[in-house]
């Protein structure tokens, strides 16, 4: 059985080899997105000793360079995957990811004179390395996958070696960073310990997306039956297909939401619940676990029901879960209570992880039914925008937090305003954009049968030719 080529629904689903092979794609991409953004806040205020502020600002600045990056990189990716393909992007771009990323984590510690300006840089390297890599990788499920349900199943492989990838980025550091450094209070970890982490997660990052690159071939594609416009009016059509706006948003109010989670976990486990470094790893990676259990779940709730329907009771499980996380789990230990409610909040990121990345192939189609052009670089490119613009939002908003609670850095105790702080960020403000997702969510018109007619008007418009 060979891979489905773009555009062609009779031809046989996707392989194994291929599905699993571009799968462990996402293991290099979660890893460093995700360790960066749960736990470079903390890193950067506990072990290189920037103020709050200033760790929030660098996450920040190093948005707006994506700003330009981003749908750069989607114009460029598009423009170029019938001469030189996206495959190359991937095996060329690799390892100056993993090099970079290693870098991120050593160097602002070791040298804490120029903190700020080391943090900023390799943030802004990261920021040009990343997207060099994941925009031509995200870029073709479509084109692998062009069925409503195929492309669910595609993603799930992918999005299930991100979570396991997300688990290690946020579970493992407290455990590896501890037994390079010694000691069990990890706001006093050396500087040592995280940079061995970061070189760890570099390496399994490098190794991943070299094997898309050797695993996953190029497409099928048919040659361009339109004349290209500027990347400039390719940007501002993309706003304009049908499903797409409606998408950003919901994409960027969740990742606003996970974010703020995300990279107040450390900080509320530590002081909130008063769970040690050592600790910490087997709650952080239960979390995750459920989410990789549910995946079938989800699946199978989507096949049913739709993605759009399926994605909403996500999101109402986590914000459920999440709640009562906060407010109910007893502090001091680690107990059923904590484990029980962690595996519900992780039931419900499953779906939110794994269906708005499933919804974002579906609307090539109308893009290529109004317009006469398939942007997937581009569609994809502006979603990971919205993507690190709104996770920087997210750590900002922490940022600010920790800073008016009066955080003590260095100090796993805190004070009770400063513990408060922290409990009605990781609670009700990240429940009440998770719910202000599920609002926009179901204002998403795509669905199966909506984007089956799609694909059926394109094929007639084939045949006629």
């Known amino acids: ?55 929030g600002a660098v996450f920040v600045l190093g948005r707006v360079f994506d700003a330009v990056l981003d749908p750069v990189m989607g114009v460029l990716s598009d423009r170029l995957r019938w001469t030189l393909g996206r495959v190359p992007f991937i095996r060329w771009g690799a390892p100056a990811l993993g090099l970079v990323f290693a870098a991120l984590w ?102 991943a997306y070299l094997t898309v690159a050797a695993v996953v071939p190029e497409p099928d594609r048919p040659p ?90 996500g999101l109402a499980v986590l914000a459920l879960g999440l709640a009562a996380l906060t407010w109910a789990a007893p502090p001091g230990r680690v107990g059923p209570v904590l484990l029980g409610l962690s595996t519900v909040a992780g039931i419900g990121l499953s779906a939110v992880m794994l269906l708005p990345w499933a919804m974002l192939p579906d609307v090539v189609e109308f893009d290529e039914l109004a317009n006469g052009r398939r942007r997937e670089g581009v569609v994809v490119a502006l979603f990971t925008f919205g993507q690190k613009l709104a996770g920087s939002l997210g750590v900002f908003a922490n940022a600010v937090a920790t800073a008016a609670f009066g955080y003590a850095a260095g100090a796993a105790t805190q004070s009770p305003a400063t513990v408060l702080g922290i409990r009605l960020m990781t609670g009700p403000v990240a429940v009440a954009v998770f719910l202000v997702a599920v609002v926009l969510t179901l204002r998403f018109p795509i669905t199966r049968a909506s984007h089956r007619a799609a694909r059926a008007a394109l094929a007639a418009r084939r045949t006629e030719r």
């Open 224 to 313: 361009p039956t339109t004349a290209p416009v500027s990347g400039v009016d390719d940007v501002r059509q993309a706003f304009g297909i049908h499903g797409y706006p409606q998408l950003f948003a919901l994409f960027v109010a969740i990742t606003v939401g996970i974010m703020i989670v995300n990279s107040m976990l450390p900080f509320y486990l530590e002081s909130a619940l008063r769970i040690p470094g050592a600790q910490q790893t087997p709650v952080l990676g239960l979390l995750f676990t459920a989410a990789i259990a549910a995946f079938p779940l989800w699946n199978a709730i989507s096949a049913r029901i739709g993605k759009r329907a399926a994605l909403a009771g």
């Open 106 to 207: 050593a160097l602002p510690a070791m040298l804490p004179t120029y903190a700020f300006v080391l943090a900023l840089a390799l943030s802004l390297a990261f920021s040009l390395a990343y997207t060099v890599v994941q925009v031509p990788y995200m870029a073709l499920t479509p084109e692998l996958a062009p069925d409503y349900d195929e492309r669910t199943a595609l993603s799930s492989y992918r999005i299930a070696f991100g979570t396991f990838a997300s688990m290690l980025a946020v579970a493992a550091p407290p455990a590896l960073v501890l037994a390079v450094s010694g000691g069990t209070v990890l706001a006093r970890s050396t500087p040592l310990g995280w940079a061995a982490t970061g070189a760890v997660f570099a390496a399994i990052t490098v190794a």
């Open 1 to 55: 059985m060979t891979e489905r080529p773009a555009g062609d629904p009779s031809a046989p689903l996707l392989p194994r080899r291929v599905r699993v092979g571009y799968g462990v794609g996402d293991l290099g991409a979660s890893l460093t997105f995700v360790a960066i953004n749960t736990w470079l806040l903390y890193y950067l205020v506990n072990v290189a000793g920037l103020p709050p502020l200033a760790a």
